[in-house]
Every structure is written in structure tokens, then in C-alpha cells.
């Protein structure tokens, strides 16, 4: 079974930063990821990491968001800098997939609000 947990979230002002973190335990899988959900819409991927270290991000959010893995600890991180007021939504760590679409096990999700 494999058990996400992620922390972090919170309220920030427009240009601020937060960081996000999503600790795994079980089966730990190739790929894991970052998406969001905002209110009325649809969860759509943020960012992606493999094993190795190759990442995959939204147009949204490159040059402002940085995502990062340690593997030793089963653990992604989520570098949001420059935060603007459309990032807030839901955001929820995934794995479970060896590719980059969305694996099956997902976190609680963690809400990242910003302010304008």
C-alpha cells in the first residue's frame, strides 16, 4: 500500500513563495508528481519527476516553479516562487506510474491559496 503525505500549503500574497513536500511510503514508483485542482476546474498535472531526475512541467508554471526529488527519503518537493493568484487551488501528490501520466495513489491534497 502505498501512503502519500504531503505539507506545506498555505495563504500567501502575489510574488510570494511556499514550498510544498509529499513524503512516500510502500511501493515507491518511477514517477511523481504535483498536480492541482481550483475550484470549478479540472486537476491538471503542475510537475513531474522520474527517478533520474528528468521533470516535466505545465507552461503555467515554468521559470516559477522548481520541483525536486530525494530519493533516499521518498520524497518530492514543489519550489512555488512568484505565486500568483490563478495558482491557487487543491494541490495533491501523485505516483504510480512509470510514465508521465498520473499514477493511481494520491495525497490528501494540500491548499495553497494566494492573495493579490
Known amino acids: 500500500q502505498v501512503q502519500l503525505v504531503e505539507s506545506g500549503g498555505g495563504l500567501v500574497q502575489a510574488g510570494g513563495s511556499l514550498r510544498l513536500s509529499c513524503a512516500a511510503s510502500?511501493?515507491?514508483?518511477?514517477?511523481m508528481g504535483w498536480y492541482r485542482q481550483a475550484s470549478g476546474k479540472q486537476r491538471e498535472l503542475v510537475a513531474a519527476i522520474t527517478r533520474g531526475g528528468n521533470t516535466n512541467y505545465a507552461d503555467s508554471v515554468k521559470g516559477r516553479f522548481s520541483i525536486s526529488r530525494d530519493n533516499a527519503k521518498s520524497t518530492v518537493y514543489l519550489q512555488m516562487n512568484n505565486l500568483k493568484p490563478e495558482d491557487t487551488a487543491v494541490y495533491y501528490c501523485?505516483?504510480?506510474?512509470?510514465?508521465w501520466g498520473p499514477g493511481a495513489y494520491w495525497g490528501q491534497g494540500t491548499q495553497v491559496t494566494v492573495s493579490s
Open positions: 510502500g511501493t515507491i514508483f518511477g514517477v
Open positions: 501523485n505516483t504510480g506510474s512509470w510514465s
